[in-house]
């Protein structure tokens, strides 16, 4: 088997027009950093290809030498998946086209392109496709493993969106994947990861959304605003989204400086029905308490995305799952362990689900968890490596405190580095042994194993 020592990268960097970049190149370590922090992977090569057939030629590369293999569209894996020690990165920064059909209401997208690029473009014709809640995400990483974000209780996730899409196999084919063309593939990568191939582009399914009411909702975070709050986002029009972040208030610049680390209910949330309704629909939320900040407005919905700080790389420790209630003594417990930790940040994020998300079928797509109503997602900074199993401990006692006795369902895109428990949270059995099966006919030599892998069967 070659190594990529014994190939010429001379004549790579000539092959791929010298989008190749390796150790000892300018811009390497920017190429090779992540979003999260605490990552320093270094691979012997980050290629970037400018098409789908040289994202093919990287596969066989990967192949043929038996290096491991990183695809990059994004960067926002929190096991740091989007990059490898030793191997091959497919950088897919070039593969930014799309195509919107805008009286078919779809689009064709390469899986370069970030959520907030998708969105901007898709806007300026008064139509959307919901993806997560992070502009800066790309959209290949959080299509694949479901899309939960800030449309999702009226349209589903962006996975109910999916039409079609371009996938390169393990074994170097460009495969169209649709309902019709591979359908055990097109089942499988709505939901089930990166496991069964390379994205090159989707086609998605686009919706009239020309404007929004939303952004940022700041309370105090007693055990009544959490539980009504819930309960409000419950009973909301499923065109409203939200996230409520009970955490430390950060010294942000729009939040009273007397307020600065005492706990908040920091609420991102996104009404995209009629504008002149969001005071109606936002009232029994502003009814929870005294706002700290206010910052509810009519937008255009692609500033749900707002610019985020260059350079931020946190490095934080998470845990996911799913509940079906939180009950008082559940919003009286995290209360509790948030203001008894002394980490720099940390918060426990609560997403009411249900509306479109509950009328699909669990087993119409990998993702299972149609009938959940609650995710939640325990989080805590750390400043060192030595601090980083201390903010663990805090998080998984956290989470022992919260989950059910035998629940153990999780959300595949915020499941960290948790090793083969945590991807199997992540399905319930039969969608599990169903993918490992898939992966054994598209991938059976695992050569697309940096994510959260299912081996083959």
Known sequence: MTSLSELSLPQLRAEFNGRLIAPGDPGYDQARTVVMGGIDRRPAAIVRPANADEAARVVNLARNTGLELAVRSGGHSSAGHSVTDGGIVLDLANLKAIDIDVEGRTAWAQTGLTAGEYTTAAAEHGLATGFGDTGSVGIGGITLGGGIGYLSRRFGLTIDDVLAAEVVTADGQLLRVDADNHPDLFWAIRGGGGNFGLVTRFQYRLHEVSAAYGGILLLPATVDTVLGFLEAADAAPEELSTIANVMSAPPMPFIPAEHHGKLVLFAMMCYSG????????????????????????????????????????????????????????????????????????????????????????????????????????????????????????????????????????????????????????????????????????????????????????
């Open 274 to 457: 009629p504008v002149e309704q969001g005071e109606q629909v936002f009232a029994p939320f502003r009814a929870l308490g005294t706002p700290l900040a206010d910052m509810l407005r009519p937008i255009k919905y692609p500033e749900m995305y707002p610019p985020e700080p260059e350079g931020y790389h946190p490095t934080a420790v998470s845990r996911n799952f799913f509940v079906d209630t939180v009950d008082r003594s559940g919003a009286e417990t995290i209360l509790d362990q948030i203001e008894r930790s002394d980490a720099p940040m940390r918060a426990v994020q609560l997403r009411v689900l249900g509306g479109a998300i509950a009328r699909v079928s669990p087993d119409a797509t990998a993702y299972a968890h149609r009938q959940r109503k609650i995710m939640v997602n325990v989080a805590s900074f750390y400043t060192s490596p030595e601090d980083k199993p201390v903010r663990q401990r805090w998080v998984d006692g956290l989470v022992t405190a919260l989950r059910r006795p035998g629940d153990t369902d999780a959300y595949v895109n915020f499941v960290g580095d948790e090793g083969e428990e945590g991807v199997r949270s992540a399905y319930p059995k039969a969608t599990f042994e169903r993918l490992a099966a898939v992966k054994r006919q598209y991938d059976p030599d695992n050569l697309f194993r940096l994510n959260q892998n299912i081996r083959p069967a």
